[in-house]
């Protein structure tokens, strides 16, 4: 019932103006600090790769730029905003670190495998989906937000959902799971390295539409309000987690226990509040936790 919930209030972001309090992500208040929580970080066992970037007092996470809402930078900022990013100093903060000890790495879709891989980041949070393919690769925990697949397109075109694209060209970014759903839709996934390269395909009619998860949709809909939206129901569930190098098995566990921790005291609720809660949709109940094995 919860990840239901959780979902379903997450869809009702994909309204067209959903993101208007948010659509120049970067210079409203969304990238508050967020300060160390120094008794959890001293129960941090020694020895852990948690431990190693408490010491350190620094950490590298990967997330979005392009994203508005859940993952922005803009060109005056110098720390991107959204929800991702909130989860992500929460989970810093929970290591003993304040928000000026993260260094921000931009994550397309494409690589947040290998900047994991070669531990280029510590942590990725990117809007990325948990699958059982990325598990092969590397270690993603979670989820801590719920959404599902839909379709943008121009605001004075007749599609009202993916069914009425079969065979025509939809577009999404490359190493996204999103092309994987397209196709299977029966339209024709087309890869950009890019969100808003895959935005401006749209906009300027190479594609007929683009897909991926509903509220990065709304962030980009709002953002071209009059020229885009947000059509269709779901067509998929994508459960949004926290991505580590699948050698560092610790991280888990800890992750895990800081959203349990984030759930109870509501400094989750506090980060979608203040990112994607903006558009006005209800506050969702957090979503149930994957086991970690």
């Not at 397309?108 to 280029?120: A, G, H, I, Q």
């Not at 510590?122 to 699958?131: C, E, F, K, P, R």
């Not at 339209?187 to 906009?203: D, P």
Request: charged letters at 30%; proline letters at 3%; aromatic letters at 6%.
């Amino acid at each position: 019932m919860l990840r239901s919930r959780a979902r379903l209030a997450i869809a009702g972001i994909t309204l067209m103006t959903a993101f208007a309090a948010c659509g120049d992500a970067g210079d409203d208040d969304e990238g508050k600090d967020v300060d160390a929580d120094t008794d959890a970080a001293s129960q941090i066992e020694d020895g852990t790769r948690m431990a190693e970037i408490r010491d350190a007092e620094s950490i590298t996470i990967g997330v979005k730029f392009d994203q508005p809402g859940l993952g922005f930078k803009s060109a005056t900022s110098d720390v991107p905003t959204g929800f991702d990013v909130e989860i992500a100093k929460i989970l810093a903060s929970k290591l003993g670190l304040d928000t000026d000890e993260i260094t921000w790495e931009e994550t397309v879709s494409d690589n947040r495998e290998p900047f994991l891989e070669e531990r280029k980041v510590d942590l990725v949070l990117a809007t990325y989906s948990i699958t059982d393919e990325r598990r092969q690769v590397v270690g993603q925990a979670g989820p801590y937000m719920l959404t599902g697949q839909q379709l943008l397109v121009k605001s004075d075109s007749d599609v009202e959902s993916i069914a009425d694209l079969n065979g025509q060209e939809v577009c999404s970014v490359t190493g996204s799971t999103s092309i994987d759903r397209i196709n299977e839709q029966g339209a024709k996934g087309v890869g950009f390295a890019s969100y808003s390269e895959c935005v401006q395909k749209v906009l300027d009619g190479t594609v007929e539409g683009m897909s991926t998860d509903g509220s990065i949709l709304a962030g980009y809909a709002a953002e071209n309000e009059g020229e885009l939206k947000v059509v269709g129901d779901e067509f998929s569930e994508e459960r949004i987690g926290v991505g580590y190098n699948k050698e560092q098995t610790e991280w888990c566990e800890w992750i895990n226990g800081a959203l349990t921790e984030a759930f109870e005291d509501g400094s989750w609720a506090e980060a979608f509040e203040s990112t994607l809660g903006k558009s006005g949709v209800e506050t969702p109940e957090p979503p149930a936790l994957d086991p970690c094995t």
